[in-house]
């Protein structure tokens, strides 16, 4: 009996911690278990806009009081990054418009603090917004939430078509949907381009759509992996503890380490997804104000 409820305990503690503060818009109440089109996750777009707040802050602080003397820390840094972002725009695209370079920053950044919430240690937050607000549930990393990275990557979709109509025209676009991949320039054949445009239409669709997806579920999936294991790990310790002093000391102090060993681990996770999201949004953005025949 005792380890049926210690198994429930450790379910009841990991759903806990997986279970977003989810507001019911039609009955404005809180609903963790709602799953309707009006619901709104309130900790996700909390911290989301949160970290949003102070990305702009510091870099507008810094941008003002820039000046040709010695750069202080936090400079150095902001500098820093908008130099590796403009260095990857050129790379990538030497052309690009000159709206890619702020949106790659600015998706760099702002992914990268919402991953660093993912350090922070799972119980402190919800456990001050459950006994000070009275909130029953909080996760305080909004990339393990998949309505923001889709929120973010929607974004990105849509400029990847604005940017399609801004530098080929809707005439343009349409040649790449009915033309490519399948096009036959001459030939007897080439009475089949016809029937090929279908398929050409299709399979751009599927390549356009897949975009957003991709972009959406590798960032979703591997910060979430990387809450689970956190909590997973918190569980660990906390079952070793209830077993007594010797467990206590045997495995609390364990599970302690290999959260840091985790966290350590996540440390190059957590930047390593800001970047991928960036290069990404900058590679789609550049493929759209580029033809295929200027590819080739």
Not at 60 to 83: D, H, S, W
Not at 257 to 280: D, E, G, R, T
Request: with cysteine; glycine share 8%.
């Amino acid at each position: 009996m005792a380890a049926t409820e210690g198994q429930e305990d450790s379910g009841s503690y990991v759903l806990h911690h997986l279970t977003n503060l989810r507001l019911n818009l039609h009955t404005m109440k809180f609903d963790p278990g709602y799953k309707g089109f009006w619901a709104l996750d309130i900790d996700s777009v909390f911290f989301a806009i949160l970290l949003g707040l102070i990305f702009l802050f510091f870099f507008i602080r810094v941008a003002r009081r820039a000046n040709t003397g010695v750069p202080t820390g936090m400079e150095n840094f902001i500098e820093m990054c908008v130099e590796f972002v403009q260095n990857q725009v050129k790379e990538i695209s030497p052309h690009a418009n000159s709206l890619v370079a702020p949106l790659g920053l600015t998706i760099f950044v702002w992914v990268l603090l919402m991953n660093f919430m993912d350090i922070v240690p799972i119980d402190w937050l919800p456990y001050v917004g459950e006994k000070v607000f009275g909130l029953p549930n909080l996760r305080i990393v909004p990339s393990t939430d998949i309505n923001v990275t889709f929120g973010m990557s929607l974004s990105v979709f849509v400029l990847i078509y604005i940017f399609n109509f801004a530098y080929k025209g809707p005439i343009g676009l349409a040649k790449e949907f009915l033309t490519h991949p399948f096009f036959i320039k001459s030939g007897p054949m080439v009475v089949l381009n016809v029937v090929l445009m279908p398929v050409n239409v299709i399979l751009r669709l599927v390549e356009d759509i897949a975009k957003p997806v991709s972009l959406a579920l590798r960032l979703f999936g591997n910060l979430f992996a990387g809450e689970l294991i956190f909590v997973l790990i918190a569980v660990f310790a906390s079952n070793a503890f209830n077993h007594g002093i010797g467990g206590f000391v045997g495995f609390g102090i364990g599970g302690g380490l290999i959260q840091l060993a985790w966290a350590v681990f996540h440390m190059l996770v957590i930047p390593l997804q800001a970047f991928v999201f960036m290069v990404l949004t900058i590679v789609y953005l550049a493929g759209a104000s580029t033809s295929h025949s200027e590819e080739h």
